[in-house]
C-alpha cells in the first residue's frame, strides 16, 4: 500500500525540496546564505518567469460524492466525501562547496465521510536527504522519508512505513535536464521499487513543460508573478480500522488512490509567498480493502476536485 505523501513527496517533491532548499531567501543566517551563494551547486535561476517548485507548503483539497463502482465493504459506502489538509517544509542545515544536507517534515490529516460516520486519520512524515554538485553537469542526491499515522478518531492505526531514494539531476543545457534514479517505497506489506525518469524543459521565458512523472505538467508565465498550469498528480489516503466481524482483533486495511488532472492559477501574494486554486477531475481510481490476508479491489468512479494551496518558493 502506498499513501498519499508517500507518493508525492517523498519523490519529485523531496527531490526539489533538496535542490531548492538552499535558495538564500530560505536560508538561515548570514553564514548559510554566504555558504550557498559559494557553493558549486548550479540551480539555473532567472532564466524563466515560471518560478520554482515550493520549499514550503499548506494545501486543502476537497472531493465530493467519490463513488466505489463494483463493491462496497464494511464501514465504507458506495459514496463518500474526502477531504486532506497537508502541510509540509524543508530546511538545509549544512552547506559546503559539493554538498548539502536538507532537513524537512509533513503533517497530513485526511478527512473520510460516508453515509455511517466521519474518519479523520493524521500523519506525519519526516525525512534527511544528502545533495551533491560533483560536476558541472550532475548533481545527485539520496534521501530517506519515515512516515507515519500519529492518531485520529476511533481505533485507526498507520504503521510506520518509509521511502529510500537515489536520483540525479544532468543538465543538459540551461533550459533542459533530464532526471534518473530508483525509488523504493517500504510498508509492513510489500516493498516496491520503482525507476525515476523524466525531464524539464523551459522553453522560452514564459513557457515551460516538466515531463516527471506521474507529475507531468505544462505551465505559462506571463510575468513573474503569475503562473497558469495545466497538470496531474496523485492523490490518495491510507489507514487501518478494526474489524468488529472477527474475534481474532485483526484490522482492515484501506488503500485509496487516484490520478487527478487539473487547471491552476497561481499568483505571488507577497515576496516569497504564492496561493494557488485549482480545479479539476479525478480517474483511475480503486479502493484497496485487505482483511485478514485477504485483499479486495474497487475501481472509483472519476469525480471533480478543488485544492487550494499557499506555497513558500525562493526567488
Same mark, same amino acid.
Given at each position: 500500500?502506498? #499513501?498519499?505523501?508517500?507518493?508525492?513527496?517523498?519523490?519529485?517533491?523531496?527531490?526539489?525540496?533538496?535542490?531548492?532548499?538552499?535558495?538564500? #531567501?530560505?536560508?538561515?543566517?548570514?553564514?548559510?546564505?554566504?555558504?550557498?551563494? /559559494?557553493?558549486?551547486? %548550479?540551480?539555473?535561476?532567472?532564466? &524563466?518567469?515560471?518560478?520554482?517548485?515550493?520549499? =514550503?507548503?499548506?494545501?486543502? !483539497?476537497? /472531493?465530493?460524492? *467519490?463513488?466505489?463502482?463494483?463493491?462496497c465493504e464494511i464501514e465504507?459506502?458506495?459514496?463518500?466525501?474526502?477531504?486532506?489538509?497537508?502541510?509540509?517544509?524543508?530546511?538545509?542545515?549544512?552547506?559546503?562547496?559539493?554538498?548539502?544536507?536538507?532537513?524537512?517534515? !509533513?503533517?497530513?490529516?485526511? @478527512?473520510?465521510?460516508?453515509?455511517?460516520?466521519? +474518519?479523520?486519520?493524521?500523519?506525519?512524515?519526516?525525512?534527511?536527504a544528502v545533495v551533491a554538485?560533483?560536476?558541472?553537469?550532475?548533481?545527485?542526491?539520496?534521501?530517506? +522519508?519515515?512516515?507515519?499515522?500519529?492518531?485520529?478518531? @476511533?481505533?485507526?492505526?498507520?504503521?510506520?512505513?518509509?521511502?529510500?531514494?537515489?536520483?540525479?539531476?544532468?543538465?543538459?543545457?540551461?533550459?533542459?535536464?533530464?532526471?534518473?534514479?530508483?525509488?523504493?517505497?517500504? !510498508?509492513?506489506?510489500?516493498?516496491?521499487?520503482?525507476?525515476?525518469?523524466?525531464?524539464?524543459?523551459?522553453?522560452?521565458?514564459?513557457? &515551460?513543460?516538466?515531463? *516527471?512523472?506521474?507529475?507531468?505538467?505544462?505551465?505559462?508565465?506571463?510575468?513573474?508573478?503569475?503562473?497558469?498550469?495545466? =497538470?496531474?498528480?496523485?492523490?490518495?489516503?491510507?489507514?487501518?480500522?478494526? $474489524?468488529?466481524?472477527?474475534?481474532?482483533?485483526?484490522?482492515?486495511?484501506?488503500?485509496?488512490?487516484?490520478?487527478?488532472?487539473?487547471?491552476?492559477?497561481e499568483r505571488r501574494i507577497?515576496?516569497?509567498?504564492?496561493?494557488?486554486?485549482?480545479?479539476? @477531475?479525478?480517474?483511475?481510481?480503486?479502493?484497496?480493502?485487505?482483511?485478514?490476508?485477504?485483499?479486495?479491489?474497487?475501481?472509483? $468512479?472519476?469525480?471533480?476536485? %478543488?485544492?487550494?494551496?499557499?506555497?513558500?518558493?525562493?526567488?
Amino acid at each position: 500500500m502506498k #499513501s498519499t505523501k508517500i507518493k508525492q513527496y517523498a519523490t519529485r517533491y523531496l527531490w526539489y525540496c533538496a535542490l531548492l532548499a538552499s535558495s538564500p #531567501s530560505y536560508a538561515v543566517g548570514e553564514m548559510l546564505i554566504n555558504k550557498v551563494m /559559494q557553493s558549486d551547486f %548550479i540551480f539555473d535561476r532567472n532564466i &524563466s518567469n515560471v518560478p520554482f517548485l515550493p520549499i =514550503g507548503y499548506l494545501q486543502y !483539497t476537497k /472531493q465530493n460524492q *467519490v463513488t466505489i463502482e463494483n463493491r462496497c465493504e464494511i464501514e465504507l459506502n458506495c459514496q463518500f466525501n474526502y477531504q486532506s489538509i497537508s502541510q509540509g517544509f524543508g530546511l538545509p542545515v549544512y552547506v559546503d562547496k559539493k554538498y548539502m544536507i536538507i532537513l524537512g517534515q !509533513t503533517i497530513e490529516s485526511n @478527512h473520510v465521510e460516508t453515509a455511517f460516520e466521519n +474518519y479523520r486519520i493524521d500523519t506525519v512524515g519526516l525525512l534527511a536527504a544528502v545533495v551533491a554538485q560533483p560536476s558541472v553537469e550532475w548533481q545527485v542526491g539520496a534521501f530517506y +522519508y519515515g512516515y507515519r499515522g500519529i492518531g485520529g478518531d @476511533h481505533d485507526f492505526n498507520q504503521p510506520r512505513e518509509s521511502v529510500v531514494g537515489a536520483v540525479g539531476r544532468y543538465r543538459h543545457s540551461a533550459r533542459f535536464h533530464s532526471y534518473w534514479g530508483a525509488v523504493s517505497y517500504n !510498508t509492513t506489506a510489500e516493498r516496491i521499487v520503482m525507476p525515476y525518469i523524466g525531464f524539464d524543459w523551459f522553453i522560452d521565458q514564459q513557457w &515551460s513543460i516538466g515531463g *516527471v512523472m506521474p507529475w507531468p505538467v505544462v505551465a505559462f508565465a506571463p510575468n513573474k508573478n503569475n503562473v497558469f498550469k495545466v =497538470g496531474g498528480f496523485v492523490n490518495g489516503a491510507e489507514w487501518q480500522l478494526p $474489524d468488529d466481524n472477527n474475534i481474532t482483533g485483526q484490522t482492515i486495511d484501506v488503500d485509496f488512490g487516484q490520478a487527478n488532472l487539473g487547471i491552476a492559477y497561481e499568483r505571488r501574494i507577497r515576496n516569497q509567498f504564492w496561493g494557488e486554486f485549482m480545479i479539476g @477531475h479525478s480517474g483511475f481510481g480503486a479502493v484497496k480493502l485487505t482483511d485478514s490476508g485477504l485483499s479486495t479491489d474497487s475501481h472509483i $468512479d472519476g469525480a471533480p476536485f %478543488i485544492r487550494f494551496s499557499l506555497f513558500y518558493r525562493p526567488e
